[in-house]
């Protein structure tokens, strides 16, 4: 945010709250509104060293007090960069518009303006600029300030958040394979302080195994054609300074396995396949019943301590004589 203080001499602030309350509200068609509100803009864009003028959007607030031969406006404006630059003498009525990416602000005046000649004095001028914070990526679709907007899947910004992304879900899955990613599908970014991102893509199962590459890299493990294919939908924080923060995953493989579940066990994991072994045993040795039980099908297995192994089973009859 940038500051400009044209005069503090004579401020209304020093007048007192009390002398303002005095003001009555005044017409924005009011003509002397209009010379006070672009002589402080032409003062403002004059003492702008470098950059583009600025110029009026609209006016939203007036107050004037009239005194013998001079009137007081104080007013309220929002202000849009241009497409012109500073100090190439052009009037910044003749200025269009910078269409996008422009910068834009909120001034808050006071000016004398007399009536008479029609010259104005610069009390005080206090804009600020809301500078347009954005990392050069190509905006599909803009909607509105502060949503999420659909940004292109291309963008060279994305890489290294997706790339923290595949390593953050390969660290925490419990898959033996690392997976990588096999298209982003959709990007969208919030602008904070910093920047939301909501990301989809698929993923699809490497030919690194994990016991052998403890660590994923796309430079050694390729996309294995015969492997797994997962969906995953991903949010993250990065902050002002680029830090990548706050990765939250959600991963999972065509199976329905969780891949960034730390407490999802797979199905032909062979801890649990010998569990399962131990636990169709027993139940078949306490058993009355004239046949053997065994195992269909798995549908969950999550582990929540070390040697603590949750599973949820059907078991069906198979017919096996006893
Ligand atoms: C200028 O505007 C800013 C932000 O609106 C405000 O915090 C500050 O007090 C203002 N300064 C003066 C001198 O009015
Ligand atoms: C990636 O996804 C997009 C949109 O779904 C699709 O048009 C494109 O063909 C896909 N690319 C690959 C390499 O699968
Ligand atoms: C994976 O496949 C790629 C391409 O076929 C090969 O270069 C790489 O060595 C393979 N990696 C492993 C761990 O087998
Ligand atoms: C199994 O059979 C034995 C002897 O026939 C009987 O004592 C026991 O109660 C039965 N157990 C069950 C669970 O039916």
């Known amino acids: 945010m940038q500051l400009l203080l044209i005069s503090l001499l004579c401020s209304f602030c ?11 509200e005044a017409d924005c068609d009011d003509p002397n509104v209009f010379l006070a509100a672009d002589a402080a803009l032409r003062s403002y864009n004059d003492a702008k060293e470098v950059g583009n003028q600025f110029v009026l959007y609209r006016i939203t607030e007036a107050r004037k007090k009239e005194e013998t031969g001079r009137v007081h406006i104080f007013f309220k404006s929002e202000i849009k960069e241009s497409v012109c630059q500073v100090k190439n003498g052009i009037n910044w009525q003749q200025c269009a518009f910078k269409e996008n990416e422009g910068d834009n602000g909120e001034c808050s005046a006071h000016v004398l303006v007399n009536v008479e000649s029609k010259v104005c004095e610069i009390y005080t001028q206090n804009c600020s600029i809301r500078k347009v914070l954005e990392p050069p990526v190509t905006a599909v679709e803009h909607t509105c300030l502060g949503c999420f907007n659909l940004i ?39 602008v904070v302080s910093g920047w939301n991102y909501n990301l989809q893509y698929k993923i ?3 030919n690194c195994s994990k016991s052998l590459f403890p660590e994923w890299t796309p430079e050694e493990c390729s996309l294995d054609q015969n492997g797994q294919h997962g969906d995953c939908f991903t949010s993250v924080f990065v902050t002002p300074n680029e830090e990548i923060r706050d990765i939250r995953l959600d991963c999972h493989s065509s199976t329905g396995f969780c891949l960034s579940c730390p407490d999802e066990v797979e199905k032909e994991d062979p801890e649990l396949l010998n569990l ?47």
């Open 152 to 190: 292109d899947t291309n963008s060279e910004t994305l890489l290294p958040i997706v790339r923290s992304a595949i390593k953050k879900m390969n660290r925490v899955g419990n898959h033996k394979f690392h997976f990588d990613i096999e298209n982003l599908t959709k990007a969208e970014r919030q």
């Open 14 to 24: 020093l007048l007192g709250s009390g002398n303002q309350a005095s003001t009555d």
């Open 276 to 322: 399962i072994k131990q636990f169709t045993e027993e139940y078949n040795s306490n058993n009355n019943h004239t046949h053997l039980y065994e195992v269909n099908e798995v549908q969950k297995a999550t582990r929540k301590l070390r040697f603590s192994i949750h599973i949820c089973l059907t078991s069906t009859y198979t017919g096996l004589l006893r």
């Open 204 to 206: 699809q199962q490497t």
